[in-house]
């Protein structure tokens, strides 16, 4: 009799321990990449607030002090802030645009039917995985006033008769570093439109063609409705992407020439790393993270009412 | 003047049938022309500077071919500057980077597509939205951490902050791959006999391997590319990586084109035999998300 009940309760017992087991694997598998994630992002995110309100010298870091929202307050008074801050709208919109409206009539050319197809949809996407530094360097060598083929290009064609200086000038250094990132950027966006284009059936497109629409009309009313979801969150992966990028800047003209070149992040890390100033370079880290919160919020309300509609 | 002349020649009437379908596909081909040049012209200019000898790099160019072309700049380049060690750091940081992304990616990855659990959803959009956290943020608070942990100016640091930033989209690019193996070869593997860890390495591991070549490639890409990190977080050549060891050759006053350019003709090699290899897998992976969501 109780050796019945005995092993009743040893087959509950198993019963459970498997259940747990099958429960405890799925966070088992999870918990490498959990631990690597929680470690090295989301851990420094909540320090990072916390290192906003406080006064960090990056020559003495242990001498912390708690100032509140001295930082913030601060950041608020500099010019440099409001000058970055232009700045940073100008290279995130002017470069998504720019990137968009090549990138769409890249991925047109690269949907149509040509021999080393398959070959030239990889290559063009070359750019697009090279180091940020690289092309910074190769674009410095091309613009270089006095050796690059940039000017002398120009000169020959008489377009110019003296070189432009144009990374250290004010007036044409965010436009040319703006030029490189479209440069670099174009791939990315031409790629993704061009997934969304070869899942546009071609029954349809016949079916407009049979209509008597245009390629034009076709364009605007078939094919452009059928990829917008793609085109939508390309465009804030990218949105997102450029406002946090200035390795390209850092190289090449560090903000400069008079904050010229000055955005957001760029300031930030010069206020940490140049001004030893760890506290305010969190603080503009912040700023930034919010401000992109908020974009991004605008974005997907925006994308959804228009969905809807 | 010429591009006037194609221009009218690719427009004028044509004869018969096979000129016309001629006629449409021309100035296509322009088109994918001069975007290849676009794209294809600075590299081929940075190697052709890397070829050309300094004196002749001094003088005001007249013309495009170097005179004498000379292998120099590489082997001065690696005899005169620690660009080697930057060669052997930043190749020793990405294989760490890849095979710490790939197995912890494949077991998360595996765990999100295969079971149902509590809190997965939380799990699935919580590894989308880390991603979306601005690495300016991330990196002071990155140096105090890493400093407190001895991992400074150490190439382990490196691959750990390398990982946690490549780790979403390659969680997400598994998982996705694992999505497609058919639950039916799983099932048949249990029957057969299979325990779940077998049918593990067994089913899901080799057919995922596809997965596996993108989420690498893309962990490669990124850890041989990153610049930021590696610029703040190391000191000399003991960690540094050859981004930063490129950066450095702009100077102050100067530039050593010549180093830049063959340097950078290294930093390039690695980039295209990679991307060669898995570009299909990594467009795949790349595109999908945003064409199913």
New interface residues.
């Given amino acids: 009799m109780s050796q019945v009940v005995t092993s009743k309760v040893n087959v509950r017992r198993a019963r459970r321990a498997a259940e747990l087991r099958k429960?405890g694997?799925?966070?088992l598998?999870?918990t490498?990449?959990?631990a690597?994630?929680g470690?090295?992002?989301?851990?420094?995110?909540a320090?990072?607030i916390y290192?906003s309100l406080t006064s960090t010298n990056l020559l003495n870091?242990s001498a912390q002090k708690f100032v509140g929202l001295e930082n913030f307050r601060r950041i608020l008074q500099r010019p440099d802030f409001w000058e970055s801050l232009r700045n940073s709208a100008i290279w995130t919109f002017g470069n998504v645009a720019f990137q968009l409206v090549v990138g769409m009539i890249?991925a047109l050319?690269l949907n149509?039917k040509?021999r080393g197809r398959g070959f030239?949809?990889?290559?063009?996407?070359?750019?697009w995985?090279?180091?940020?530094?690289?092309v910074a360097?190769?674009?410095?060598?091309?613009l270089?006033p006095?050796?690059g083929?940039a000017n002398?290009m120009l000169h020959a064609l008489g377009i110019t008769h003296s070189p432009i200086a144009f990374l250290s000038e004010p007036n044409t250094a965010l436009p040319t570093l703006m030029g490189i990132d479209i440069?670099q950027g174009i791939?990315f966006f031409a790629?993704?439109i061009l997934?969304?284009l070869q899942?546009v059936p071609g029954d349809l497109l016949e079916a407009a063609r049979i209509d008597g629409a245009s390629v034009w009309v076709t364009y605007w009313r078939v094919v452009l409705p059928l990829i917008m979801?793609?085109v939508l969150?390309?465009v804030m992966?990218r949105l997102?992407w450029t406002?946090?990028y200035?390795?390209l800047i850092?190289?090449l003209t560090n903000g400069g020439p008079a904050n010229a070149s000055l955005t957001l992040?760029l300031n930030?890390?010069l206020t940490?790393?140049k001004g030893t100033d760890?506290g305010s370079?969190?603080a503009?880290?912040?700023v930034?993270?919010v401000l992109?919160?908020v974009l991004?919020i605008i974005y997907m309300r925006r994308v959804r009412k228009s969905e809807l509609a | 003047m010429t591009a006037v002349s194609t221009e009218t020649r690719v427009s004028s009437p044509p004869v018969g049938r096979a000129p016309r379908r001629r006629v449409r596909i021309r100035p296509l081909y322009f088109l994918i022309a001069a975007w290849i040049v676009g794209v294809i012209g600075p590299y081929f200019w940075m190697f052709l500077t890397s070829i050309t000898p300094s004196n002749e790099l001094s003088v005001s160019k007249t013309t495009v071919i170097p005179e004498h072309p000379t292998f120099s700049a590489y082997d001065e380049l690696l005899r005169q500057t620690g660009f080697l060690h930057n060669l052997a750091n930043s190749a020793f940081v990405a294989v760490g980077v890849v095979v710490l992304t790939v197995v912890c990616a494949l077991l998360a990855g595996t765990a999100l597509s295969r079971y149902r659990f509590r809190g997965r959803r939380a799990v699935l959009y919580g590894i989308l939205l880390v991603q979306l956290i601005p690495t300016i943020l991330l990196i002071v608070p990155l140096y105090i951490e890493l400093k407190k942990l001895g991992l400074l100016n150490n190439k382990l640091g490196l691959i750990l902050v390398y990982t946690a930033f490549a780790m979403s989209f390659s969680t997400w690019l598994m998982k996705g791959f694992v999505d497609q193996i058919p639950v039916e070869i799983e099932e048949a593997s249990l029957i057969d006999g299979c325990s779940k860890v077998q049918s593990f390495f067994h089913v899901i591991l080799p057919l995922s391997r596809p997965g596996i070549a993108a989420a690498g490639t893309y962990a490669f890409i990124y850890s041989w590319n990153e610049f930021l990190f590696a610029l703040t977080f190391t000191f000399n050549d003991k960690a540094k990586t050859v981004p930063v060891g490129l950066s450095q050759f702009v100077g102050e006053n100067m530039i050593r084109w010549d180093f830049l350019t063959s340097g950078g003709v290294f930093a390039a090699i690695p980039i295209l035999i990679g991307f060669m290899f898995a570009q299909r897998g990594l467009v795949a992976g790349l595109t999908s998300g945003a064409v199913k969501g």
Avoid: K
């Avoid at chain 1, 995985?129 to 690289?134: G, N």
């Fill in positions: 429960r694997v799925p966070w598998m999870l490498p990449a959990i690597i994630l470690g090295f992002i989301i851990y420094p995110a320090n990072a290192l870091i890249g050319i149509a040509f030239i949809r990889g290559l063009v996407l070359l750019p995985a090279t180091p940020s530094v690289l360097l190769m674009w410095l060598w091309i270089d006095n050796l083929v002398h440069w791939p790629v993704m997934a969304a899942g979801p793609t969150i390309t992966l997102i406002a946090n200035f390795d850092l190289v992040p930030a890390y940490a790393y760890l370079g969190a503009l880290g912040v930034q993270s992109l919160a991004v």
